[in-house]
């Protein structure tokens, strides 16, 4: 940690970005014991405030293509987070619902999120956290960002690894034309 102040001249823009990458590093470190990824623990959280949503419907909030969210859903499936259900007005269609252990692991993921913000933002009185993340949100806001949604989600596809796997077996392909991914 350098407590030096930042050279003269130096744009915010950067400085978010310096943070942002830090801030997105640090938190998929700290998901790496529950073997998830950034990407899962913000659907996980968007189903248990969307309850039935479909895939369709999830990756338009998102802001992905559709076929993207597939690969993220079927690993979520696999480790027992989330279950599609058929839905009953449209058989073309399914329902995401989040499990009784994707609650639990969403709790924990609750946990990661209060320990990550706090050491993040150690260097902040409450005043300030306050101000800093009015700031940002009015900044988001005027970018056109959707409040909750990681941007990043556009941009997912090409294979992805958990983290805590090691063989290519266990290395899925997201982009398989079905869904990859709050």
Known sequence: MNSERPLRGTFASFLLAQVGAHAARQFAERLTPLKLTPPHAG??????QLSGISQRELAAQLGMH??????VVDEMESLGLVVREGNTDDRRTYS??????G?????????ISQQ???????ALS???RETLATLLERIADQQGLTRGVHPGYSRLGGKTQRPGTTSASETTKPDKATNTID
């Open 43 to 48: 659907i996980l959280r968007r189903l248990a």
């Open 66 to 71: 559709a076929s993207r969210l597939v690969g």
């Open 96 to 101: 995401l619902q989040i499990t009784p252990k």
């Open 103 to 111: 609650r639990e692991t969403l709790k924990e993921i609750g946990k």
């Open 116 to 122: 990550h913000n706090e050491a993040l933002s150690a």
């Open 126 to 128: 409450p005043e300030e």
